[in-house]
T-cell receptor, first 112, second 115 residues
Framework: SQQGEEDPQALSIQEGENATMNCSYKTSINNLQWYRQNSGRGLVHLILIRSNEREKHSGRLRVTLDTSKKSSSLLITASRAADTASYFCATDARDSSYKLIFGSGTRLLVRP | EPEVTQTPSHQVTQMGQEVILRCVPISNHLYFYWYRQILGQKVEFLVSFYNNEISEKSEIFDDQFSVERPDGSNFTLKIRSTKLEDSAMYFC?????????????FGQGTRLTVV
């Protein structure tokens, strides 16, 4: 099994609705980071939540972390068509190089 | 806002040729990484670099790959003899101090196509 698996794999919502994406992981972590990727483009950092934090907000984004369940969620409120992208969680797995392990991502489509 | 820059944005090369992908990390960052993403797949870790040496490499990062920080600003990934399966988007990333939970920032990527 892989570290950092998101669900759903794909999500289609109407503009103005909220979008919730979930991420599960397997090992102990230092932090969990969420990234956004527009089709074929770079990875844009959205938010980092430390292992001792439970919730974090940034604008329309809300991230939760439950280390007992090894899971995180990303909520985008009042979605816009411009939020259409793939969203990835990535865990910093407490090893010496601080590499990130990425999940498979959720493809979000926000319909105007 | 500081950003990680990568060049070129696209590279097409013949199988067996050498390619060098270039990255300029954010200037005060100390940890550098290469990742790759094969079309439609996950982003995969290749190598991490700190204090002028490789700190970790994945199974993908075999003898055909090498990294270098030739000066104070550039960070390069060299693939010595490209194979068709090396076709992917390659991302460079940097982080100031991940031990202090700082974010990793990624470049826009280099799309490598091996023909």
């Amino acid at each position: 099994s892989q570290q950092g698996e998101e669900d759903p794999q794909a999500l289609s919502i109407q503009e103005g609705e909220n979008a919730t994406m979930n991420c599960s992981y397997k090992t102990s972590i230092n932090n969990l980071q969420w990234y956004r990727q527009n089709s074929g483009r770079g990875l844009v950092h959205l938010i980092l939540i430390r292992s001792n934090e439970r919730e974090k907000h940034s604008g329309r984004l809300r991230v939760t972390l439950d280390t007992s369940k090894k899971s995180s969620s990303l909520l985008i409120t009042a979605s816009r068509a411009a939020d259409t992208a793939s969203y990835f969680c990535a865990t910093d797995a407490r090893d010496s190089s601080y590499k990130l392990i990425f999940g498979s991502g959720t493809r979000l489509l926000v319909r105007p | 806002e500081p950003e990680v820059t990568q060049t070129p944005s696209h590279q097409v090369t013949q199988m067996g040729q050498e390619v060098i992908l270039r990255c300029v990390p954010i200037s005060n960052h100390l940890y550098f990484y290469w990742y790759r993403q094969i079309l439609g797949q996950k982003v995969e870790f290749l190598v991490s670099f700190y204090n002028n040496e490789i700190s970790e490499k994945s199974e993908i990062f075999d003898d055909q790959f090498s990294v270098e920080r030739p000066d104070g600003s550039n960070f390069t990934l060299k693939i010595r003899s490209t194979k068709l399966e090396d076709s992917a988007m390659y991302f460079c990333a940097s982080s100031e101090d991940p031990g202090a939970n700082t974010e990793a920032f990624f470049g826009q990527g280099t799309r490598l196509t091996v023909v």
